[in-house]
């Protein structure tokens, strides 16, 4: 792994991706809507930065051109299919063999046998009432995009993750193949860890081709990785 892209490089995850990647010495590509860019300034003689949005195919054609891997931050914004958008750009023009890492929430299922708490059901069909009503939010548009991802031949991983939060990192979180599975105690995660488990999935062969739901432990010795 040598050159990535990181597209939503601007958000809070994706600076975190950015410190990891480049802490791995990797060649780093940029995507950020135009008006972010000033949020990578402390990457600014690090990175390249490639402005737009990032359904914008043709933004995302250049950006990842030449990359060994992609990491993809899937943001279910407004009503113009911006997630399932983002995610067909990156299939369709990155290249033969890469790595694409996706991000999105617990909610996705692959196979539909995770199992939700009560509390985490009701949360999520008020976020998709509020986020419907008032024309911010889509969740159904990333639920589309990921059916995208999973039914592509790509070396693709999707990694779910639930309540993030801001802190000095854990370390890598747990992850298992299903929401529910008892190792995932806990549904929180710090956002610096979360992007730490973006940036180890390019190199993971074990994560190609599946949805890895992530989490903490508690317990000390839980927390071990089992990539």
Same mark, same amino acid.
């Given at each position: 792994m040598n050159k990535i892209c990181i597209i939503g490089a601007s958000g809070k995850l994706g600076v975190y991706m950015v410190k990891h990647a480049l802490a791995r010495d990797y060649e780093v590509v940029g995507v950020c809507r135009k008006k972010s860019v000033d949020k990578l300034d402390e990457f600014k003689d690090r990175i390249t930065i490639v402005p737009g949005a990032t359904n914008d195919r043709n933004v995302i054609k250049k950006a990842v051109e030449g990359c060994d891997g992609v990491l993809t931050v899937l943001v279910p914004w407004g009503n113009n299919q911006y997630s399932s958008g983002t995610a067909k750009a990156v299939l369709d023009f990155a290249k033969e063999g890469a790595r694409l890492v996706f991000s999105? +929430? %617990?909610?996705?299922?692959?196979?539909?046998?995770?199992?939700?708490?009560?509390?985490?059901?009701?949360?999520?069909?008020?976020?998709?009432?509020?986020g419907k009503f008032f024309r911010v939010v889509d969740i159904y548009d990333q639920e589309m995009a990921t059916r995208l991802i999973f039914n592509g031949k790509s070396r693709w991983t999707v990694v779910r993750g639930s309540d993030l939060e801001e802190g000095e990192s854990q370390g890598l979180p747990m992850w298992s193949a299903h929401v529910g599975d008892p190792i995932l105690d806990s549904n929180i995660t710090r956002r610096i860890d979360f992007a730490l488990f973006m940036v180890?999935?390019?190199i993971s062969d074990d994560l190609i081709h599946k949805s890895p739901?992530? +989490? %903490?432990m508690s317990n000390v010795l839980g927390a071990c990785l089992h990539f």
């Amino acid at each position: 792994m040598n050159k990535i892209c990181i597209i939503g490089a601007s958000g809070k995850l994706g600076v975190y991706m950015v410190k990891h990647a480049l802490a791995r010495d990797y060649e780093v590509v940029g995507v950020c809507r135009k008006k972010s860019v000033d949020k990578l300034d402390e990457f600014k003689d690090r990175i390249t930065i490639v402005p737009g949005a990032t359904n914008d195919r043709n933004v995302i054609k250049k950006a990842v051109e030449g990359c060994d891997g992609v990491l993809t931050v899937l943001v279910p914004w407004g009503n113009n299919q911006y997630s399932s958008g983002t995610a067909k750009a990156v299939l369709d023009f990155a290249k033969e063999g890469a790595r694409l890492v996706f991000s999105c +929430g %617990w909610h996705i299922s692959q196979d539909g046998k995770d199992v939700y708490s009560t509390s985490f059901k009701r949360k999520l069909r008020m976020a998709t009432w509020v986020g419907k009503f008032f024309r911010v939010v889509d969740i159904y548009d990333q639920e589309m995009a990921t059916r995208l991802i999973f039914n592509g031949k790509s070396r693709w991983t999707v990694v779910r993750g639930s309540d993030l939060e801001e802190g000095e990192s854990q370390g890598l979180p747990m992850w298992s193949a299903h929401v529910g599975d008892p190792i995932l105690d806990s549904n929180i995660t710090r956002r610096i860890d979360f992007a730490l488990f973006m940036v180890e999935a390019l190199i993971s062969d074990d994560l190609i081709h599946k949805s890895p739901a992530i +989490g %903490w432990m508690s317990n000390v010795l839980g927390a071990c990785l089992h990539f």
